[in-house]
């Protein structure tokens, strides 16, 4: 239903072929096979048949390892243009560019460097909730102290859909602004960030990141179907820079004016005037009429945007967890939880909660101290 809906929006020539595909979550060389399969056979043409065929063009194992082997024994420091010629003398029929991948991914072939690219600028994306910015910074915007500023907000039309102050910016800071956008807006795309340590693993400082190993951040994005993009340059993050450098030279005037110097004030003055101000000013229309936002109608997101640990429960029914230990009240439906494995939720507030699959079993303050029914009821209707 989602891909007839943009099928039908790029039809009309309201995206190009690549702007669909990004609010797909794909190439755009694969749109255009999803329109072949889609006019050819309809919906039932867009199953991923991958997972019940191999492809006939893949190359046996004894002929991979057959080329492998001839290289380390005769030709070994060779670069991959100089063997080739060697290798079609010798009868080889494969091309260059499937020798070159199988000695690369077989580490015998170094990979060159990737050549210097001709930059230019990028549009801004062409619907709301196609792509989100999210970027913090830290600036004394009270006389004295430093605080961090985190913002949330969309690459098409500019507007703020979070702005908070917080002492130092991670995981817990990071959440918060993807829930506020999602509760106003609804579930986007794509999130672009800077690749800080709660966005992601850098095995190497100034590397690239590792998406094969997610952050407490980057697995509620994956459950969410929220596609993470890391800047690799401040440019990169153009337009979040240019935000926060008009941020920096009007917050603090108006804090002071208005005499805040406490950061929940200060909040409160940015989400009740400050923001709905600078939205106004400053937000512009999208390219395209419509949207890329989708009606969030899944479960809490409470329960997704928080951090997620595995923990195995002791003799005791009690589970450790950072110097705090919580223990599992009866229940209805087992007897003892004993060396089962659970999950402690702790959620942007500091609370935690213990979770054996999908089932909630207790919930806990901030030090660990187990919430009755009727707290949890108190603190629901509060």
């Known amino acids: 239903m989602r891909f007839e809906e943009i099928y039908e929006t790029w039809t009309e020539r309201n995206l190009t072929q690549e702007e669909a595909a990004r609010v797909l979550g794909v190439c755009s060389r694969t749109f255009r096979r999803y329109i072949d399969r889609y006019e050819e056979d309809g919906l039932e043409g867009l199953k991923d048949k991958r997972l019940t065929q191999a492809s006939f063009r893949r190359a046996p194992v004894d002929e991979v390892c057959a080329l492998n082997e001839r290289y380390k024994s005769r030709y070994r420091g060779w670069n991959v243009k100089h063997f080739y010629s060697w290798y079609e003398r010798d009868g080889g029929r494969r091309s260059y560019t499937w020798v070159k991948n199988t000695l690369q991914r077989a580490g015998l072939a170094a990979r060159g460097k990737k050549k210097g690219e001709h930059r230019k600028r990028r549009e801004p994306s062409p619907l709301p909730g196609m792509l989100l910015h999210q970027d913090g910074s830290r600036h004394e915007w009270v006389e004295g102290k430093q605080w961090d500023l985190v913002i949330t907000m969309d690459d098409a039309t500019n507007e703020h859909y979070s702005m908070f102050f917080v002492e130092e910016e991670g995981t817990m800071s990071s959440f918060k602004g993807v829930k506020e956008a999602i509760v106003k807006k609804g579930l986007f795309s794509s999130l672009y960030t800077d690749r800080g340590s709660h966005y992601w693993h850098t095995p190497e400082a100034g590397g690239k990141v590792d ?172």
């Open 211 to 382: 998406k094969n190993n997610p952050t407490q951040f980057g697995r509620a994005m994956r459950h969410l179907g929220i596609d993470m993009i890391a800047a690799y340059s401040p440019e990169a993050r153009g337009r979040s820079e240019r935000a926060f450098g008009t941020h920096q030279g009007r917050l603090p005037k108006e804090l002071a004016y208005h005499g805040l110097t406490d950061m929940e004030e200060a909040n409160h003055y940015l989400t009740e005037v400050y923001m709905p101000a600078h939205n106004a000013e400053f937000m512009h229309p999208s390219r395209e009429q419509g949207t890329g936002f989708i009606p969030w109608m899944g479960a809490s997101l409470d329960d997704i945007l928080c951090e997620q640990h595995e923990r195995t429960v002791s003799s005791d029914n009690c589970v450790s967890f950072e110097g705090k230990t919580l223990q599992i009240p009866k229940d209805e439906y087992r007897c003892n939880y004993i060396r089962v494995k659970v999950r402690v939720h702790r959620y942007t507030d500091g609370s935690l909660a213990i979770f054996h699959g999908p089932r909630k079993l207790a919930d806990y303050d901030a030090d660990g101290n187990y919430k009755t029914k009727e707290k949890q009821e108190n603190k629901d209707a509060a």
